[in-house]
């Protein structure tokens, strides 16, 4: 008996204490009021929350949990949740709930309030209780205080007055359409496994796949990922910003503009149905959404939503070859007859080359992987149809994602007008007719992977350049920088670094061939860029083709392969590299300026405006090494302090933005916005004028 002593003490000490904690539940401890002592409410058992109840201006607000589910002491089950059981019978928004017992939770007194003085609690504006467990906290909510600014009197059970907050004041007087449900669309899109849009116009459904994917059912090819996910974006936006009242809400959804229909994957759960509606009365910018099932709702959301779900069902339609983001492909593999496989694997925030040769790729191998799954994520079809028959297959690309998901394309052979082809993707078994620009990418290359400089080694020092894409040029570098040596005679633009940067040290998109097929538009006098380098040893001839994949196609002799040179690379190689800035004029050597327009001479603008226009003269870029053509309708005669030479600049207007300019003693028409001129060009009637002077 003894050695069962220490036991029996234990289980009647824990009942005792149990039949303690019991008979104190609807008690308030002084440990409570002493760690609130100024709080509002001086005691807060969040656990215990079972109901709080407001009534105010006619209408009385009542919120009560329901019984939480499972063994919370297990870590097992749910919360329970908030239902308004008057003035209306609905679930309450949740968020909503969770404010109002935040603000009761954390409220504090702004002060005591003495006796004798006038609170308006003989004629409260708002009367409640707050329910913990068998503990009821009633309170009162008085008039106005004098301050803070928007407090007020309240009065918690038989404690004294005190002084509460705007933010409590706003809460306890905040109407019951403040804890109405806000949530319309019962299911998440994760939850669903069809969803049917109808209207006036047309319908579309789609039909889940798989755990990434829809098919349109009308068409049986995959869902556009970008449109589904747009679609998902304008449901969730299907939330009350208001509610319409109950006697309007069946005329106003009794023609909808659109019916959705939301079936779940869980069988056990019924399909929903919504309506959208006409404009919500005194929401302009909202309309009455209707759910018919599995329980009615109404409410006011944002029309906006209406365009979304009035899509065809080929609008939704999946184009891209391989659906996925480029961040989302963990494993690429390219295979075509007669070839090796081509296989990458994400290794950090680039890629680990696995076929045909295991190893890691150089970053600037690296940086050429990554482009090529980028344009892989991002080609696309031309038209994209179910089935087909038969499909003759010579090659596959395999993308792996999410761990263990894959996606297969097969890849027919490429016609023989335009070099067209056709994928199959396994996923729908859809057919994807694509142009040859997307093929290139799809075959495995030499030049898959190669790193996207222009040059082999970019390491070599140029000399001298010779530009032959319109107007031939030839600029050397004698050890003091690139000059134009031909045609002689004239300055040399400061963009000739740009166009050497570029052709040495710059990237290029991307290399889509091994070879010239005779389909990227090269012709033996095409626009072509010859280098010579400090070394000696063989010059590079960069050829440039046909305009295409956002670029132009270019190829490198002697260094094998096509790639993509970006357009501004090949604008480069067609500029005329005299010095733009011939037409300007330092502002502090400009004596006089006159200006003629039209065979008139204007009257003059103030004279440092003047200055700085004509010192900020420069051209855009120059388009001719001959002077402008036709007769000039602007003049401009700068006379330079200590007897210089008087220079003159002739323009013609080209387009309502640009003239083109000459100058006196230089063969060369230079293009001007009209901007750089208007300074020079004052709004008064042109009827004479004099010069500019100091």
Known sequence: MKKHAATIVLVVLALGLGLWLWRDRDRITEGERKSRENNVFVVWRRDELTKVSIAHDGETVVLERDRPTGDKAKGEGKEGQWRMTSPRKE?????????????????????????????????????????????????????????????????????????????????????????????????????????????????FTLERIDDQSFRVAELGVLASRAGVEQLWAALSEIRAEGFPNDADIERLTAHPAVTLKLTPKDTTRPPAELVLGEACPGHPADIVVLRRTPSRAAACAPKDVVTTFLASPAALVEKHAVPLRMDEIEELRLEHEGGKALELARKGAGFHLRSPEDRDLTSGEADAATELVTRIA?????????????????????????????????????GAEGGRATLRRLLDDARLDVDASVLRYLVPRATSVRPRSMLEDPTRRPTRVLLRCGKEQELVDRGEGFRLVAPAGYETDGAIGQLVDAF??????????????????????????????????????????????GGVYARVDPRPGVLVAPRAMHDLAKRLYVSRGLLRTEAARIESVRVTSDGKLLPPRDVSEVREAVAGLYALRVVSFDNPEGPANLVIEVALDEGGPRKRITCRSISPTERHCGLDGVRATFVVPESKLAPLLPALPRDAGVEADR
Not at 96 to 108: I, K, P, W
Not at 148 to 170: F, H, M, N, Q
Not at 385 to 392: H, N, W
Request: net charge negative; charged share 20%.
């Open 504 to 549: 040495t040290k710059g990237h290029v998109d991307a290399w889509v061939a091994d070879a010239d097929d005779g389909s990227f538009g090269f012709t033996k006098e095409g626009c072509r860029v010859v280098l010579a380098f400090a070394d000696g040893n063989a010059p590079v001839t960069v050829w440039f083709g046909a305009e295409a994949e």
């Open 378 to 414: 991002h080609a696309e079809a031309t038209t994209v149809t179910r089935g087909g028959g038969p499909f003759a297959s010579v090659g596959r690309v395999v993308v792996r994602f999410g761990g263990d998901h894959e996606q297969i394309l097969e890849v027919s052979a490429a």
């Open 91 to 203: 679930r309450a928004d949740a968020v909503a709930v969770e404010r109002l017992l935040s603000t009761l939770e954390l409220a504090t007194a702004a002060r005591k309030v003495g006796s004798g003085v006038a609170l308006g609690l003989e004629a409260p504006r708002a009367v409640g209780h707050v329910w913990m467990g068998s503990l009821d906290l009633a309170f009162m909510l008085g008039g106005s205080a004098p301050t803070p600014e928007g407090s007020s009197y309240l009065r918690v059970g038989a404690d004294p007055p005190i002084v509460v907050s705007k933010e409590l004041t706003a809460a306890l007087l905040a109407p019951a359409e403040t804890y109405r449900d806000r949530t319309v669309v019962p299911y998440l899109a994760t939850e669903l496994s069809r969803f049917e849009a109808k209207h006036d116009g047309g319908a």
